[in-house]
């Protein structure tokens, strides 16, 4: 199914978002790109050449999210930002090693668009900038998660994708400065999922203005 949508809808990078897009040529730069947990698949539907894979946990709920990205030949590696060490971010490192690397830093369990500072923490010692992403569809469906729902595009929709400029997390953060620049990926993100909603409404609107009246009985 998710095949054949990709397949059907249209693609509109708002404003210059389609030069930081995870398929973009970003030449030898890569990026974390934090995407909220509700909005995993919509980047799925640019997968033209995926330079990205995605980091998802190991608990159950991230199952389907798995299984719908493996359906997209996207990269998957399971494992934490914020576990295991030094070593545990050298290996998850050398998985991604040439690829984006995709979080959900709401995840597993949220709570929802909740910032966790595991991107950040992982920025800060992998030296990659943060990226923060909004995406939603003119049309969709929500799958029912146990503490999220995840957006999932209609066939023939259009997908709107709105990506930030990177933040650059310095090395070796103190606690107050990690509370600090997670709380500005929050920042980041929150502008843009406000900026969603408001393109969305705005480009349905004239969608619906678009169509012609039909003549009254």
Known sequence: MLRLIFKTTRLDFVDDSLERCPFADTGSERFLYSVWHDSVIPPLFGARGHQSVALISQHRDADTIKAMLKAARMGVIRGSTSRGGASAIKKLLTEAE??????????????HHKMKAGIVFLASHSGRPVVPTAFTASRYWELK?????????????????????????????????????????????????????????????????????????
Do not use: C
């Open 145 to 217: 998660g146990s503490w999220t729902n995840i957006l999932i595009p209609k066939p023939f929709s259009t997908v709107y994708y709105m990506i930030g400029h990177p933040i650059h997390i310095p090395e070796n953060l103190s606690r107050e400065e990690l509370k600090y620049y997670t709380e500005l990926v929050q920042e980041k993100m929150d502008d843009l999922e406000r900026k969603s909603k408001l393109v969305q409404t705005e480009k349905v609107s004239l969608a619906d203005e678009s169509t012609p009246l039909k003549k009254a009985a």
């Open 98 to 111: 040439g690829n984006h690397i995709v979080i959900t830093p709401d995840g597993p369990r949220g709570p």
